[in-house]
């Protein structure tokens, strides 16, 4: 069973993107090295949802108008990342993202 030592070395991400943009995030995450799960590779989870949000006026949204509160359709997509490249992985999520500034949550992981 492993213990807490090896709960540090992975953490999930979550991000929420549109949903043709699901692939290339994707992509760029599993090539910078999250989504793997043993010997499985390209593991991930995702479930549609609306995402809201209200650009500032020096805000360039993808989506909507800047000033105006959007309700945008998305998906909120999950992986599993070796903390020692979530940098590399978040970057590449970045630059994969077609946001101005893409929403995403890391959790530590506790392995039982």
Known sequence: MPGLE???R????VWF????????????IFEAGGGRIGDYERCSWY?????????GEETDPALGERGREEHVPELRVETIVPAEKLDAVIGALTRAHPYEEPAYDVYPLLDS
């Open 6 to 8: 090896s709960a540090s």
């Open 10 to 13: 992975r953490v999930k991400l």
């Open 17 to 28: 993107v549109p949903a043709e943009a699901l692939d290339a995030t994707r992509e760029a």
């Open 47 to 55: 479930s549609a949802g609306t995402g809201t949000f209200l650009g």
